[in-house]
T-cell receptor, first 111, second 115 residues
Framework: GESVGLHLPTLSVQEGDNSIINCAYS??????FIWYKQESGKGPQFIID?????DKRQGQRVTVLLNKTVKHLSLQIAATQPGDSAVYFC??????????FGAGTILRVKS | AAGVIQSPRHLIKEKRETATLKCYPI?????VYWYQQGPGQDPQFLIS???????DKGSIPDRFSAQQFSDYHSELNMSSLELGDSALYFC??????????????FGPGTRLLVL
């Protein structure tokens, strides 16, 4: 993927505020999208997914929005907590195949 | 719940040596994926297996090979190691459903350092 290398974008939020992390995807044929959370030294952890026949999906404290027109995904985290601090990746999935990850976003939660 | 198991968790090798990374998928998962993640980078797909057959191939060097065994565990073999192979190597597994999408669950990774 085309990442920004060591200079990942960073989002700093105050504990209790809502966070919005954005992602642009590349393949208009992709029909399944996933958000992963990765803490330092750990593997990506599944957060929430959405199929292309939907434009919004809600989980516990998280909401994913999909705009196929502009190939854009967003992850909204409500009442952000210190434990939410991590790198967040969106990924697109072609049927039965590999995940293509977007560049990650570092989320820092200030107490 | 059982997760993906990877071994070893850390590995240090010299240039031109070989390394073997192992992955044990979540029980009843039939598909295994390998990804490589450099420092500050997003994970890059290497290769995947479904029912012991290679199902897709990404940016995997010719020096690397992999296979999936009858018990569904997978091994990534890396030969003639180069400094640039130093990275985190993740295995993910999923259960393939006809007509569906499979969520990939990742293991904790193997951190490979080539000196």
């Amino acid at each position: 993927g085309e990442s920004v290398g060591l200079h990942l974008p960073t989002l700093s939020v105050q504990e209790g505020d809502n966070s919005i992390i954005n992602c642009a995807y590349s393949n208009s044929a992709s029909d399944y999208f996933i958000w992963y959370k990765q803490e330092s030294g750990k593997g990506p952890q599944f957060i929430i997914d959405i199929r292309s026949n939907m434009d919004k999906r809600q989980g516990q404290r998280v909401t994913v929005l999909l705009n196929k027109t502009v190939k854009h995904l967003s992850l909204q985290i409500a009442a952000t907590q210190p434990g939410d601090s991590a790198v967040y990746f969106c990924a697109e999935n072609e049927y039965g195949n590999k995940l293509v990850f977007g560049a990650g976003t570092i989320l820092r939660v200030k107490s | 719940a059982a997760g993906v198991i990877q071994s070893p968790r850390h590995l240090i090798k010299e240039k031109r040596e070989t390394a073997t990374l192992k992955c044990y998928p979540i029980p009843r998962h039939d598909t295994v994926y390998w990804y490589q993640q450099g420092p500050g980078q997003d994970p890059q797909f290497l290769i995947s297996f479904y029912e012991k057959m290679q199902s897709d191939k990404g940016s995997i060097p010719d020096r690397f090979s992999a296979q999936q065994f009858s018990d569904y565990h997978s091994e990534l073999n890396m030969s003639s190691l180069e400094l640039g192979d130093s990275a985190l190597y993740f295995c993910a597994s999923s259960h393939t459903e006809l007509g569906g999408r499979e969520t990939q669950y990742f293991g904790p990774g193997t951190r490979l350092l080539v000196l």
